[in-house]
């Protein structure tokens, strides 16, 4: 897949990104094995997955499991960080990214077999992650960014637990139920 022209989107590094992950474990994770949608298989780099907005970040993990144990959610930390510099993105948000055969399913099809094909042809393109709308997100309004690399010198960022607001957004906007701990 040859991507060269194809729509790009830059991700400002004074802009904060969020990830929410599991506590006590680095957020810097980068999926290589296929389990992500945009990992880029075969290229000796993964993809670390955030979201424009901690609400997107919680619907990348939580997905469409509307009743949450609360211990689930206490275990998880809210990770924001800044990267400091600027991000080349494919966008496949972009109605020209269609000249290039991708579909609004390359984001929210069942199988990742094309969006794995598109991250490693975005990769070999020179991008350094591609701009997405969050799957679970009935009104896609909420965007994801697979930022590629491996682990290493990354930003530090901020850890915190999952802020009330946070839980009361998911509530109040998805209808996510907490069961709470006996």
Request: net charge positive; glycine share 12%.
């Amino acid at each position: 897949m040859n991507l060269g022209g194809f729509p790009r989107r830059t991700l400002r590094g004074d802009r904060a990104i969020y990830r929410v992950h599991k506590a006590g474990q680095s957020p810097w994770w980068f999926s290589d094995d296929g389990s992500g949608r945009f990992d880029p298989i075969g290229t000796g780099h993964g993809a670390c997955y955030f979201a424009d907005r901690p609400i997107g970040a919680w619907i990348e993990v939580f997905r469409k499991r509307m009743l949450l144990a609360e211990a689930e959610v206490i275990g998880r930390a809210l990770f924001t960080v800044q990267l400091g510099r600027d991000l080349r993105l494919a966008d496949v948000t972009s109605r020209r990214a269609l000249q290039y055969g991708v579909t609004a399913s390359v984001g929210a099809g069942e199988s990742y077999d094309a969006s794995h094909e598109l991250a490693a042809a975005a990769l070999a393109a020179g991008f350094d992650g591609v701009r997405y709308l969050v799957r679970h997100d009935p009104a896609q309004k909420l965007h994801g960014y697979a930022l590629f690399g491996p682990a290493g010198d990354w930003p530090a960022g901020t850890d915190t637990r999952i802020p009330d607001g946070l839980v009361e957004d998911a509530q109040r906007l998805f209808r996510y139920r907490l069961l709470p701990t006996p």
